[in-house]
């Protein structure tokens, strides 16, 4: 993979940090601290719900109080409340593969080498003659089609920084103020939330996505409600049944006063309740009762899009997800083929995604979006790849998206000092109009100078 090694070490700090208690690595000269660094991160099991999550703030949430918590926002959500996901493309997507002007004469004399061309599979971008779909996002062109994919291909913001880390901590704050340690989902959540209602905020990943991160609500990480399990090597079939039929058995054992005991005890009968209760999301074959067929990949970004459909149908009360795209999008070698196969998976679970939500009568509770921290260079570099660039693309997914693109691809000919595209809609904007256009929220409340953005058309 050629990703750069300021990319390989930001990404390093930050999984450092969102693991809190793990030894915390030190924030390099010049790198903002990201968002969520210091939330106190706690284990819990809800035993009435079967879910193993990962809780942050909420320091006075106790176990039962969030199970109550929980299932009291169930039925204050109702069958309609609004779900944002937003889905990370990480490293810097290069947009102008993504959705390319193939007979530009201009994006072929800047890549000579890396320029995609139109071929009789290629699909038009219905839009702008001048365009044409990624082949491989051929899934995210159907959407399209039925008006469900709203595309910003210029978006970004003025005088971009070329970081990884200071560009992608901007767009997870929701300012371009490197001072900030909450998100802008989470600021949200601070002020639209419940104070016993982790899962508003769910976190579909090993830790706390920046986004999500709070300043008192709690919020919450899983890496999916298929992934518990008791595993002991050499052990399977009907050795694994008794062995998990013993660990039931703890759990009926009398502490009789001791309290290292109880504590076992207790453990071993939660762990076998939580156990019993996952049981049908464990289950390969039923993929989590999908009505739809989702990508086969290493990678746990289908899992986590299947999960997630579930967990929705299941009605548990969600508002706010974050979850991060298979894929090496800090493309500064090979780009064809690093990009080509996260592309593929990416857009063959959102389509799987959203077609599964649609099957559930979902579909008019969730709008997804999609999004990078920034664009890359026009112009190819010499290890046939592109370096960090300034204006990239986004997309609103969802039946509730406006379905047509916002703004247009940034004009070749007028490049930026640096050699790069230059943005025309801004990501506080977009951020602007999901909050108050989709979670029906007071964005000046939540977004740092929120009024000078114009809220734009993404949803219908």
């Not at 640096?418 to 801004?426: H, M, Q, T, Y």
């Amino acid at each position: 993979m050629g990703c750069c090694d300021e990319h390989t070490r930001s990404e390093a700090l930050r999984r450092g940090i969102a693991l809190a208690g793990n030894g915390l690595p030190a924030i390099e000269p010049g790198m903002p601290t990201p968002a969520g660094t210091g939330l106190d991160r706690r284990s819990f099991l809800s035993r009435s719900l079967g879910v193993a999550l990962s809780v942050y703030g909420g320091a006075a949430l106790l176990p039962r109080a969030l199970e109550v918590g929980i299932e009291d926002a169930m039925a204050a959500a109702g069958p309609n409340g609004k779900v944002l996901v937003s889905v990370f493309l990480d490293g810097g997507a290069d947009s102008l593969s993504m959705l390319f002007p193939g007979e530009d004469a201009r994006y072929r004399k800047l890549r000579p080498r890396l320029a995609l061309s139109p071929t009789a599979a290629s699909v038009r971008f219905s839009e702008d003659p001048r365009l044409w779909w990624h082949p491989a996002l051929a899934p995210l062109a159907a959407l399209h089609a039925e008006g469900k994919v709203t595309v910003l291909p210029g978006i970004g913001y003025t005088d971009a920084n070329q970081s990884h880390f200071t560009s992608r901590h901007f767009w997870e704050v929701g300012a371009t103020d490197e001072r900030l340690q909450s998100g802008w989902m989470g600021r949200y959540l601070d002020r639209y939330g419940r104070g016993d209602n982790p899962l508003q905020g769910l976190s579909l990943d090993w830790s706390l996505q920046p986004s999500l991160a709070t300043k008192a609500k709690p919020v919450a990480s899983i890496d999916g409600p298929d992934r518990f399990d008791f595993w002991t090597r050499g052990v399977w079939g009907s050795v694994e049944s008794r062995m998990i039929a013993a660990i039931g058995g703890l759990g009926s054992v009398a502490a009789r006063g001791d309290a290292a005991l109880d504590q076992a005890t207790r453990a071993a009968r939660q762990s076998h309740l939580l156990y019993r209760q996952l049981a049908p999301f464990r289950k390969k074959e039923s993929g989590f009762g999908s009505p739809v067929a989702y990508p086969q990949s290493d990678d746990s970004f289908p899992r986590r899009l299947a999960g997630l459909a579930a967990m929705l149908a299941a009605g548990l009360p969600l508002r706010c997800v974050a979850l991060t795209a298979p894929g090496a999008y800090d493309t500064h070698d090979s780009q064809p083929n690093e990009l080509d196969e996260g592309l593929e998976v990416t857009a063959a679970s959102l389509f799987a995604f959203q077609r599964d939500l649609e099957a559930r009568g979902l579909a008019d509770r969730v709008v997804t979006l999609v999004w990078s921290e920034f664009g890359r260079r026009p112009e190819e570099n010499g290890s046939n790849g592109t370096d960090h660039g300034a204006a990239g693309i986004a997309f609103v997914m969802g039946t509730r998206a406006s379905g047509h693109m916002v703004g247009e691809l940034p004009d070749l000919s007028r490049l930026d000092r640096d050699g790069n595209l230059r943005p025309n809609s801004d990501f506080r904007a977009l951020y602007r109009s999901l909050i108050e256009g989709w979670l029906g929220g007071d964005a000046a409340a939540v977004l740092p100078g929120a009024k000078a953005f114009r809220p734009i058309p993404i949803l219908r």
